[in-house]
C-alpha cells in the first residue's frame, strides 16, 4: 500500500437482510461483493451473527471460494464462531460485541475488562493466520488493552460521530471527531493499524479519511443503500472519489 493510499471495505451485510426479507436466494451477497471487487473496492466485510439476521454460514463460504480480495470476517468472541473462523481461516477477522436484540453494532467491544479471556480467544485465530482486529471506541484503555491482548488491527468505531452529525449537533459532532483524531494517533504509536467504519456517509467521511494514521475505512449499509439509486459501481465510485479528495487535501 502507499504511504497515503486508503482502502475501503465494502460490508455486504444488507443484501442478505434484503435477500433474507423474502427469503430465496436473491438478491445474492456474493454477487454484491464480486461486483464492488470489480468496482475497485480494496476488502469485503461480512458479519455473521448468532441469529443469522443476514448473512449465513453458506454465504461465508460462498465468499471464501469466490472471493480474490481478502475477506473481513466479523463476530463475536463466541466458541461457534472461533470454529468456523478456524475452518474458512479468512484473511482478517473484526471481533465485535453482539447482543441479540439490537439492531446494529451499538458500541465498542469491552477489551479492558475481558482482556485475558480475548487474550486465549484470539491466540488460534492468529496461529491459524487470520489477522486479529478489534472493534473499539475511541478510548485510551480498550486501545491500550487491544495491544496488550495482540491485535494486529483495531476498527475505531465512528457513528457517535456519524450520527451527532447527521442530527445537526455539531458540539458532539466535534468533540467526538476530536477523542477519534487522538486516538487513532495513539493507536498508531503503538504499533496497531486503524480502520474505521459504522455509519459513515458521503456527507461525514472526508474529515475521518484525512486522518494520516487510518489506513482503511469499512462502509457497509450506506453504501448498500445508495445502491438501490445509483448502482452499487457508481456509488462505491463516488465514495472512492471522497476518499481520495481527503487525502489530497
Do not use: W
Not at 447482543?99 to 446494529?104: A, D, G, H, L, V
Not at 445537526?168 to 486516538?183: C, I, P, Q, V
Amino acid at each position: 500500500m502507499a504511504d497515503n493510499s486508503l482502502r475501503l471495505g465494502l460490508n455486504i451485510d444488507h443484501v442478505a437482510t434484503l435477500r433474507n426479507a423474502r427469503g430465496g436466494s436473491n438478491p445474492d451477497p456474493v454477487r454484491a461483493a464480486l461486483m464492488a471487487q470489480e468496482a475497485g473496492v480494496d476488502g469485503i466485510t461480512a458479519h455473521l451473527r448468532e441469529d443469522r439476521r443476514h448473512m449465513v454460514d453458506a454465504d461465508i463460504e460462498n465468499l471464501m471460494q469466490a472471493l480474490t480480495l481478502p475477506l473481513n470476517f466479523e463476530m463475536a468472541a463466541t466458541d461457534e464462531m472461533q470454529k468456523i473462523a478456524l475452518r474458512h481461516k479468512p484473511h482478517a477477522v473484526c471481533i465485535v460485541p453482539e447482543k441479540r436484540e439490537e439492531r446494529t453494532t451499538e458500541g465498542g467491544l469491552e477489551v479492558a475488562r475481558e482482556h485475558n479471556k480475548l487474550a486465549d480467544f484470539i491466540a488460534p485465530l492468529r496461529e491459524a493466520g487470520s489477522r486479529i482486529s478489534l472493534f473499539v471506541a475511541a478510548d485510551m484503555k480498550q486501545i491500550e488493552a487491544a495491544h496488550r491482548v495482540g491485535a494486529d488491527i483495531i476498527e475505531l468505531h465512528v457513528g457517535a460521530y456519524c450520527d451527532a452529525h447527521a442530527e445537526g449537533d455539531f458540539k458532539t459532532r466535534d468533540a467526538e471527531f476530536e477523542s477519534l483524531r487522538e486516538m487513532s494517533t495513539y493507536a498508531h504509536s503503538l504499533g496497531l493499524e486503524v480502520h474505521a467504519g459504522h455509519g459513515l456517509t458521503y456527507d461525514c467521511v472526508k474529515p475521518i479519511a484525512a486522518f494520516p494514521e487510518v489506513c482503511e475505512l469499512n462502509i457497509g449499509h450506506f453504501l448498500i443503500g445508495e445502491a438501490v439509486f445509483r448502482g452499487l459501481t457508481p456509488a462505491v465510485h463516488e465514495m472512492r472519489r471522497l476518499m481520495d479528495e481527503a487525502r489530497e487535501l
